[in-house]
T-cell receptor, first 114, second 114 residues
Framework: AQSVSQHNHHVILSEAASLELGCNYSYGGTVNLFWYVQYPGQHLQLLLK??????LVKGIKGFEAEFIKSKFSFNLRKPSVQWSDTAEYFCAVTPLGGTYKYIFGTGTRLKVLA | KAGVTQTPRYLIKTRGQQVTLSCSPI?????VSWYQQTPGQGLQFLFE???????NKGNFPGRFSGRQFSNSRSEMNVSTLELGDSALYLC?????????????FGSGTQLSVL
C-alpha cells in the first residue's frame, strides 16, 4: 500500500540550530512531493513542492527539500531555525496518473526554544 | 479572495447519530478533498471530488460519504457515529486540473463523539 513515513514525531531545537526532518514514501511510480506546515492556530499551508526538474527545491521562509529518488526520500531542511518555525510539518505525496489521491505522513511537531 | 470555509467549527454528537459537514472552496476551485486528522495518525485521505464526481477515495468504511454540488461546495456525511470518529475533519480545495497543485485548507470541523 502507498504510504508516507515521517520518522521524527517530535523535535526540539534551540534557535539557530539546523533542522532536517525525514520523509520516506512507498510507491514505485512517479510522484509529486510536498511539505505542508501548520503553525499554531493557523491553517495548513504549503511550504514547498517537487514535481519535476531540479531535485533540490526551495520554499518559503528559508526551507528547502531534496528529492532522492533512489532512497524514496524527500527530507526537509533549514540551516538555522527560528522560534517562529515552531509548528507541525507534514510530508505528502500524490502518485501521478490521475488518481488525485493525497497521502500524508503522520506529521512532525517541531518546537524551537528561544 | 475568501479562503476555504468549513462549517460548523465544532460539533458534539453521540454514538449512533449521523453528522453532515460542509465545505465551501475558494471561488474558481473545482476540486475538494477531505481528510481526517487525529493525533498520531496525521491526515488520512477520505475522498476527492471534482465537478460533482468522486475521483478517488481512501480506505474508510462506507459510513463515510460525500458529495459535491454544481457550485463546487461539498458535504461530508458520517452515519452511525462511533467513538473513534472523533477527529478534526479538514477539507482542501484546488483548481483540480493537476496533481502537482497546491491545496488550500480550511480551519476544519472538530467532531467529538460521546
Amino acid at each position: 500500500a502507498q504510504s508516507v513515513s515521517q520518522h521524527n514525531h517530535h523535535v526540539i531545537l534551540s534557535e539557530a540550530a539546523s533542522l532536517e526532518l525525514g520523509c520516506n514514501y512507498s510507491y514505485g511510480g512517479t510522484v509529486n512531493l510536498f511539505w505542508y506546515v501548520q503553525y499554531p492556530g493557523q491553517h495548513l499551508q504549503l511550504l514547498l513542492k517537487y514535481f519535476s526538474g531540479d531535485p533540490l527545491v526551495k520554499g518559503i521562509k528559508g526551507f528547502e527539500a531534496e528529492f532522492i529518488k533512489s532512497k524514496f526520500s524527500f527530507n526537509l531542511r533549514k540551516p538555522s531555525v527560528q522560534w517562529s518555525d515552531t509548528a507541525e510539518y507534514f510530508c505528502a505525496v500524490t502518485p501521478l496518473g490521475g488518481t488525485y489521491k493525497y497521502i500524508f505522513g503522520t506529521g512532525t511537531r517541531l518546537k524551537v526554544l528561544a | 479572495k475568501a479562503g476555504v470555509t468549513q462549517t460548523p467549527r465544532y460539533l458534539i454528537k453521540t454514538r449512533g447519530q449521523q453528522v453532515t459537514l460542509s465545505c465551501s472552496p475558494i471561488s474558481g476551485h473545482r476540486s475538494v478533498s477531505w481528510y481526517q486528522q487525529t493525533p498520531g495518525q496525521g491526515l488520512q485521505f477520505l475522498f476527492e471530488y471534482f465537478s460533482e464526481t468522486q475521483r478517488n477515495k481512501g480506505n474508510f468504511p462506507g459510513r463515510f460519504s460525500g458529495r459535491q454540488f454544481s457550485n463546487s461546495r461539498s458535504e461530508m456525511n458520517v452515519s452511525t457515529l462511533e467513538l473513534g470518529d472523533s477527529a478534526l475533519y479538514l477539507c482542501a480545495s484546488s483548481l483540480g486540473t493537476g496533481e502537482s497543485e497546491k491545496l488550500f485548507f480550511g480551519s476544519g470541523t472538530q467532531l467529538s463523539v460521546l
